[in-house]
């Protein structure tokens, strides 16, 4: 392993992710690792120069307080604790160190190098990616989402082609999505990659679904059987690859912390397909993600993607889908994001869509009545996704998608802005 390492022992603490991420801005690696992890498995981490015992409010789990393994006082690198009173260590502090504290016991105490980059990380998860996997066979849901993208670029340089990729069209995706994961992976990247149109499949499935929990359903169901289906055609898979990454494995609770939900990435393939899981972006927060997969060359475009449902335009396409109104959303949706791009917005806006709800107004084209559908465009700005607020798009910018949605769409007359924040109004509509 080319990185040196921090390890932050979880003794309740809420800010462990913090902890971590302001080490690594230092350039110095660190993973967050439970309380009662033993010396052999410590020691098995060949690199480690530091370790943090990390307390804090959770430190108290079913009325018993959670100690390290006393053993751990004897492992033989720089060792400190931050709110942790029973510590033995000589250092400790009551609320997170100062970023010069820190720099210090990193740097001077522990001699650690500012040796944590992507190159480095690449190479590290390369070699172990060809340790783990040896000449056998990975599969990967390859849904052209920047986790599974980069997943499938760090396995194509790691194993080649003894990794296929399965990409799923299931018909809710936006315009050239797919023929740009094409491109991007068969014919640049020169991956084994098997597309599966189920356009017509999917949309046959969701025909007059008008409940949003059930299309949902429906969906995530589908996908699952025709990956599956895909997955059975294969012979002799051993490992399915995954874009598992740090807050997932983090969300889904540590020994101490609250569960905040449970993490399924590809969950629900059935029982008897076993695989063992490669997830080389486990250790990574988003931002690093993307770091790595523009390290590994994939396009900004592709890296830089702003979050997209996993129904898709399915649940932007309000009520029971019809093909006419889903058109409408993927044309529309692909102008904002240009006319985004030409005025700079695509930058600062976390998020930013269209949906074209289940009914028609009065209009006039042409000299003539016309009954059609809205589109409401809809962008707005988040830390968490827990909450949000709408972004103050400039008057002239709404103008002219306007315009150009009202000349360019099919059967729309009217376009709306969604001025609503979350809450009350959620990101999505359904
Ligand atoms: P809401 O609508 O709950 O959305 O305010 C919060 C964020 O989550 C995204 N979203 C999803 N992402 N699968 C996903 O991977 C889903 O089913 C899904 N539903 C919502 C949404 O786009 C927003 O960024």
Known sequence: MKQDLIVILDLGSTENTVLAREIRALGVYSEIHPHDITMEELSAFKNVKGVILNGGENRIVD?????????????????????Y???KCKTTFSTLPTQEELRQFV???????ANWNMK?????????????VGDRKVLLALSGGVDSSVVAAMLIKAIGKQLTCVHVNHGLMRKNESENVVTVFQDELHANLIYVDASERFLGKLENVADPEQKRKIIGGEFIRVFEEEARKLEGIDFLGQGT????????????????KSHHNVGGLPED???ELVEPLKQLFKDEVRACGVELGLPHDMVYRQPFPGPGLGVRCLGAITRDRLEAVRESDAMLRDEFAKAGLDKKVWQYF??????????????ARVFEYMVIIRAINTIDAMTATIEKVDWDVLETITNRILAEVKNVN???????????ATIEFE
């Not at 009217?414 to 009350?424: E, F, G, I, Q, T």
Request: hydrophobic share 35%; charged share 30%.
């Open 63 to 83: 009325g018993q307080a959670v100690e390290i393994r006393q053993e751990l006082y004897e492992f033989g690198c720089p060792m400190i604790s931050i709110d």
């Open 85 to 87: 009173p029973q510590s």
């Open 107 to 113: 740097f001077e105490e522990c001699r650690a190098e």
């Open 120 to 132: 480095n990380f690449i190479e590290d998860q390369v070699e172990l990616i060809r340790r783990q």
């Open 245 to 260: 990454i740090y807050p997932d494995i983090i969300e889904s609770g540590t020994k101490t912390a609250k569960m905040v």
């Open 273 to 275: 397909l076993k695989f």
């Open 354 to 367: 269209t949906v074209v709800p289940d009914f028609k107004s009065v209009g006039m084209k042409h000299g």
């Open 414 to 424: 009217r376009v709306c802005y969604d001025m609503s924040p979350k809450p009350p």
